[in-house]
């Protein structure tokens, strides 16, 4: 009787993130030593995300549907030409002309059988079955259509107008609105989405103004002898309209017949004012870098407004049409930094932070309870963390300091310095359950402790602190992804640091990606129907969607993951290696590339030979497996199968792909089956 050899079996969850510290003996399995594009997931694992794509409000490319049609040409049909429907008179540009079909998409109308159909009007063929949506039955030529129909729609979607770089992009109430120079760089411009792409937004004026009553509101007709104007916004800064001694600025619009004076005008209703001069054009100086909120200090409905700075102007409110310069008081009154906390607007400048009244965001006066704090240092971030009904708190971080704000106002605002050594750079705080940031010495969470002080710091890179050093002094911009539990930095080399942040009390660790593009301000915020969107600007004037569509704007989605060397828990036992199961879920459609190496990919070790094999699972079918190239085309892909042939120490498995159409998928895990055998000797 033959006696079998016994085959241990061994389950390798992919896990953990980027480890370049720890020694080849000592790291993780599971963990990863190199790779691009692939994030840590939510539920374990490292999934190639999706792409971005560029956007102005207009039919987003991944939104593109195609159709596909039986005709019998007679003339000469190619990509990019429009058809048109002589009996329906219904349209479409074509993508792709395969034998006796036609494949087209931006449908206008719906073709009929029969009908001739025309390109620049004359006759090419006759329609001879009626379209289908998405009518190509292989997976791998379907999704070649999708993009050939993204591509379509991608090509009529703008720059934001202007020259040089986004200087700012933020979603409020629904709607994307962008910041950028104009064309000759001599002011800033804002911008907003519509349905037919950028449209610039009027800021219209400013007048100043003293002891109006109270009859003096939005929307009256403003009259100083033939001159009229509508007023926008009543902008009180010090005193109030009930006791008629008050000053603050009119924001007007639709002015005619002249100009404004110095001197006694009225408004609508018995308005009754003292304007102090001309009105003034609201204009944004070039080159500023926005931060935004969208904040409600009224409590009502409509009084839900988005507030922006920008270190170069005056920090401002908007609410989807008026446009509002807040003036603090300040000798050079342009703040970097914004956030709300309290019912208080907060902004920074240089080393000071400024805090308005009590839901009064106009209102920067001492005796209605704004105040002025000293950080000693440069502000770089303000960052609201989680309260309590009696008392809330702040952090307050400069470039090298930290503290926390206690309290409700300036009646009761007790600043607690938190570390002296520890701050964050610019423009990567962000709160994400806890505050996150990088600091000098890496990724750092602020998290809640019974300790004194309340909060403390922790390192949470360390793994990859070599990294982290090489990117010192080239963050740009961070974002959260609250769906993913992630944290991003982006880096002007186009590289984007991902932090998976915590599932129970595991770390999902760290990934980079890389966008091919650099990324000049971002934005991440829920929707009006509740999804979270995200959108950046970058250096050649566009705004693009993140985490959308199949590529990056078009181009190839290249990635890769190396997993960690895995010794079985005997880094000095040679195995010999039979199989290995790969657990990968793959959303759609994917094509990749799987290379295995055995004892740190020692050459005298002879590859496996190649394998074809078919497996069925999760509702689709594994199609083919070459050598180094394994292509899925089915909704879900379970466990397949790889035979190995080689004997080490120890094994890994390289993943790679390249491609502008596949949908993300997700490396779960790997289980390898092999035999043990001696001692290295």
Known sequence: MIRMPNVTPEYIPLIGGLDQVSSATAIKPGAIIDSQNYEPWLNGGYRRPFGHERFDGRTSPSSATYYKMAISLTGSLTAGDTITGVTSAATGVVIAVPSGYAVFTKASG?????ETINVSGSPVGTVTTAAALSGESDMATHVSYVNLAA??????????PGSGSVLGVWMYNGTVYAFRNNAGGTAAVMHKSTASGWSAITLGEEVSFSNANTSVGDGDTLTQGGVTATIARVVVQTGTLASGVNTGRLIITGRSGGNYAAGAASSTGGGALTLSGAESAITLVKDGRYEFINYNFGGASGTYRMYGCDGKNRAFEFDGTTFVPITTGMTTDTPKFITAH???????????????SIGAPYMYSLVTGAN???????VTAM????????GGAMALLTRNTSAILYGTSSADWALIPLSLEAGAVAYTGQVIGDAIM???RGVRRLSATQAYGNYEFGTLSGLIQDKIDDLRGHAVASCVIRSKNQYRIFFDDNSVMVYGGIRGKQSLGFTFLNYGKPVTCIASLEDTDGTERMFFG??????YEDNKGTSFDGSAIEYWARIAFNH????TLRKNYKLAFLDVDADEYASISVSPEIAFGDPNIQPASAVDKEVLGGGGYWDQLYWETFVWDSPFIQNPRIKLRGTGKNINFLFYGNSEVEQPHTLQGVQLHYIMRRLER
């Open 372 to 378: 002025e704090i000293a950080m000693g240092d440069t």
């Open 110 to 114: 719906t073709f009929v059988a029969g």
């Open 438 to 440: 990088l600091d000098d």
């Open 342 to 356: 309290r019912n208080h607007l907060f902004l920074a400048f240089g080393s000071s932070v400024q805090h308005s």
């Open 568 to 571: 079985s828990k005997s880094p």
């Open 151 to 160: 591509d379509q729609y991608r090509a009529d979607i703008a720059a934001v």
């Open 383 to 390: 960052l609201p963390l989680a309260g309590s009904e009696t």
């Open 538 to 543: 970058s250096s050649d004037g566009f705004v």
